[in-house]
């Protein structure tokens, strides 16, 4: 019996080297220091159950056939629940954020195999919406809000969805066409609340942005452990903010940028060296711009008959941007575009493009 109590000592030890790992940014490491928590649990086993036929416990055969020297105290079979549950969730936010996304699915799906988690169907749900496997991640996220559903990031990542949804081609939104007609926890803004701290034992999704599981279901009765890295996930989300910037009504002819980021912000240098059109600089009433959550419109009306404004239209952030609060400034050589961000951290995939035209 020691030996089991020494084999679930090194395997949670390793556990705690994979999140401090994970807060390192180096989730190569932290993903070995996972696998190794499994070659420590992998063989125990658990005290015979109770027979399925009498309702009776295990018989002393069934008993005898589990080596002593293998079986888990029962007062600790729920530590060994925890602790492999929370690593395959740990492993899952490691493959998120890798872009592993579906090593990030096997993980989660292991992960619901030894009991229903918020945060594990929230994490599939992000890894089946990179996949653009949108009805898998139209359940799960719907299954992460039934079980936390005031969880601002997965309103977020649910308007995320029905974003991608918008943008599919008009084969794949006729094939997905039914999945909001009746939506099982409609998005609206009584579901607004004010994000708890990553390190409270009630939510499960509030580091929703992929951080390590550092408590299971939500459940009281289970020890709370250190969170990896405590981040403010932002303020709650405003559901009358635009989701996405709208896309020019004409054709426009595109723009360079150059960008640069901190913490706090992303700016964007839209140069005027690029053009004889704005040699001499724009006015302000020549300027639109437009922010949403995952993407930014800037276009400048030509002065010169015939020729279609100039534009630039980016998205799909890392995280959710903060829209009121995002400027752009028309200098004398250049406009800044300034992004801020609702979550303090370095995007580690800044802007992709995004479809400046409409279909």
């Not at 918020?118 to 996220?141: I, P, T, V, W």
Request: net charge negative; hydrophobic share 30%.
């Amino acid at each position: 019996m020691a030996g089991v109590v020494e084999q679930l000592k090194q395997a949670e030890a390793h556990k705690e080297e994979g999140n401090q790992f994970f807060k390192d940014g180096n989730y190569k490491k932290a993903l070995g220091a996972y696998h190794k928590v499994f070659c420590y649990v992998n063989g125990l086993q658990t005290p015979a159950a109770t027979s399925p036929g009498d309702g009776k416990e295990g018989d002393s055969s069934s008993s005898r056939s589990v080596p002593s020297s293998s079986q888990v105290p029962k007062e600790r079979m729920q530590d060994l629940r925890v602790l492999k549950q929370s690593s395959r969730l740990n492993m899952a936010a490691c493959y998120l954020r890798t872009d592993e996304h579906q090593k990030c699915v096997d993980a989660c799906t292991k992960a619901l195999e030894l009991g229903s988690s918020a945060k594990a169907y929230f994490r599939r749900g992000q890894a089946y919406l990179e996949l653009r496997n949108l009805s898998g991640a139209r359940s799960d996220l719907e299954r992460a809000r039934e079980l936390t559903p005031k969880d601002p990031a997965i309103i977020a990542e649910l308007r995320k969805l029905r974003t991608a949804l918008g943008q599919a081609n008009p084969k794949e939104r006729a094939s997905y066409a039914k999945m909001f007609e009746k939506p099982s926890a409609p998005v609206d803004s009584q579901s607004e609340a004010e994000p708890k701290a990553i390190d409270e034992p009630q939510p499960v999704a509030e580091d929703a942005d992929a951080d390590p599981d550092m408590d299971v279901d939500g459940n009281n009765s289970e020890p709370e452990e250190a969170p990896v890295r405590e981040e403010d996930p932002g303020p709650a989300v405003d559901l009358n903010t635009r989701d996405e910037a709208s896309k020019p009504e004409v054709n426009v002819r595109e723009l360079t940028y150059a960008w640069e980021q901190t913490d706090d912000a992303v700016k964007v240098y839209v140069s005027f060296d690029q053009s004889e059109e704005l040699q001499n600089g724009v006015k302000e009433s020549d300027v639109t711009c437009e922010f949403g959550e995952w993407s930014f419109l800037l276009v400048i009306r030509s002065h010169v008959e015939g020729r279609a404004p100039l534009g630039l239209r980016l998205g799909d952030f890392h995280r959710r941007s903060w829209p009121e609060r995002c400027t752009c400034t028309i200098r004398s050589s250049r406009i800044t575009l300034k992004i801020m961000k609702r979550v303090k951290e370095n995007w580690w995939n800044f802007l992709q493009n995004a479809p400046v035209q409409n279909d």
